[in-house]
């Protein structure tokens, strides 16, 4: 069954609804899109049936699909570079977080052509985004980062492996085409991994120290859709336990918007050292980000596991909870076993203490908290 709702991007929620784009590109007078994706959704049948269907509409489609599964400003370079020699008029990104940043970031690039991390908005670089932007559409084919329903994009530098925000609300796609059914062939691992991605966001987004009680309640309400329905989505999946997968993946990235905490800023080093998955690198790291967090915040705590129906109210109860659902879905406890070594924790050390995450994090974070979270994780 299809819907639709405004918070504030207009979303057609529903399997089935990715038929309605022809329809829509032609009443917005838009007949040459690039889309951007992934080399790996770029070569999946049902990616193949999206495009067919808007050509079989006179739709002029030309495919971006060379990207990083991180992606790093010399993807966003080339793809700029296609729009400039292909004479598109809008930019619709397909796919999981990589491609709808990489889209996103497009979208800024048409028409700011100053250094693309001038734009950052951790140095106030906001302000620049001043210009029009292309008319942007969003589908998602993965429920975790939740990144249709965003205003900013996630780029690492090619050298230093930096992650810089691109924001902007100018950035928000126009309309978002959230269609579960895209997202059955999954395989278990990604609907794992992202998964959790999606549930480290609405969790830390509750215990974000920015006050936000809007968040706070769709945090929440994306924890609860989380708890009941991702190991159905990864083990034995059918369209309910995806639908809700996907729409609490949306929760969480709108939740987010009053912050993330100390268990993304150790995830990301991992993706932009390692180039470990970013879903797979909240799993492991989520168990002891929040144990960390449990002291002085009992009570967001025993929120979180009245939501999760713990038998226990505790923070202890919901670290447990989170190392069993790890099992369930086969996310492996130990950084060891995703290719981390000892030799890497005071490089990862330093890169998480300047990630942009954890100042949001209810308590602060010292380079020691980090190297010992590390270590305890190994």
């Known amino acids: 069954?299809?819907?639709?709702?405004?918070?504030?991007?207009?979303?057609?929620?529903?399997?089935?609804?990715?038929?309605?784009?022809?329809?829509?590109?032609?009443?917005?007078?838009?007949?040459?899109?690039?889309?951007?994706?992934?080399?790996?959704?770029?070569?999946?049948?049902?990616?193949?049936?999206?495009?067919?269907?808007?050509?079989s509409h006179?739709?002029?489609?030309?495919?971006?699909?060379?990207?990083?599964?991180n992606p790093v400003k010399s993807d966003v370079y080339k793809g700029t570079d296609l729009w400039d020699n292909t004479g598109r008029d809008s930019i619709i990104g397909i796919g999981g977080g990589a491609a709808l940043d990489v889209a996103r970031a497009i979208v800024l690039r048409v028409h700011h052509r100053e250094d693309l991390f001038k734009y950052d908005d951790l140095?106030?670089?906001?302000?620049?985004?001043?210009?029009?932007?292309?008319?942007?559409?969003?589908?998602?084919?993965?429920?975790?980062?939740?990144?249709?329903v965003g205003r900013s994009a996630i780029i690492a530098d090619d050298?230093?492996?930096?992650?810089?925000?691109?924001f902007s609300p100018k950035l928000m796609a126009k309309i978002v085409f959230a269609d579960p059914a895209l997202t059955m062939d999954l395989p278990p691992f990604i609907t794992a991994a992202t998964g959790m991605d999606a549930l480290t966001h609405n969790m830390e987004a509750f215990l974000a120290k920015n006050p936000h009680p809007?968040?706070?309640?769709?945090?929440?309400?994306?924890?609860?859709?989380?708890?009941?329905?991702?190991?159905?989505?990864?083990?034995?999946?059918?369209?309910?336990?995806?639908?809700?997968?996907?729409?609490?993946?949306?929760?969480?990235?709108?939740?987010?918007?009053?912050?993330?905490?100390v268990v993304h800023s150790l995830a990301h080093p991992l993706s932009s050292l390692l180039d470990t998955h970013h879903g797979l690198a909240n799993a492991v790291n989520i168990p002891y980000g929040m144990q960390f967090n449990i002291a002085g915040f009992e009570d967001k705590f025993r929120r979180i596991a009245r939501t999760l129906e713990l038998k226990e109210e505790t923070g202890e109860a919901v670290v447990q909870y989170l190392f069993d659902l790890n099992s369930k879905i086969n996310i492996?406890?130990?950084?060891?076993?995703?290719?981390?070594?000892?030799?890497?924790?005071?490089?990862?050390?330093?890169?998480?203490?300047?990630d942009f995450a954890h100042p949001n994090n209810p308590k602060p974070v010292t380079r020691e908290d980090f190297k010992q979270l590390y270590l305890n994780a190994l």
């Open 58 to 69: 006179q739709i002029s489609v030309e495919v971006f699909s060379d990207i990083h599964k």
């Open 332 to 354: 492996p406890h130990h950084l060891r076993d995703i290719g981390v070594t000892g030799a890497h924790v005071e490089t990862l050390a330093d890169l998480a203490l300047a």
């Open 159 to 166: 050298e230093t492996h930096q992650k810089k925000i691109l």
């Open 1 to 55: 069954m299809a819907f639709q709702y405004n918070f504030p991007t207009t979303i057609r929620f529903g399997a089935g609804v990715i038929s309605e784009l022809p329809a829509y590109l032609q009443k917005n007078g838009l007949s040459k899109p690039m889309i951007v994706t992934d080399p790996t959704i770029a070569g999946l049948s049902f990616f193949k049936s999206i495009v067919k269907d808007l050509e």
């Open 214 to 261: 809007l968040c706070d309640g769709i945090a929440l309400e994306g924890i609860y859709l989380i708890k009941n329905s991702l190991e159905k989505a990864t083990n034995s999946p059918d369209i309910e336990s995806r639908s809700n997968m996907l729409m609490a993946s949306m929760m969480g990235a709108i939740a987010f918007q009053k912050g993330l905490g």
């Open 123 to 148: 140095i106030g670089g906001d302000v620049y985004v001043t210009n029009d932007v292309p008319h942007f559409v969003t589908v998602p084919t993965t429920a975790g980062t939740g990144s249709e």
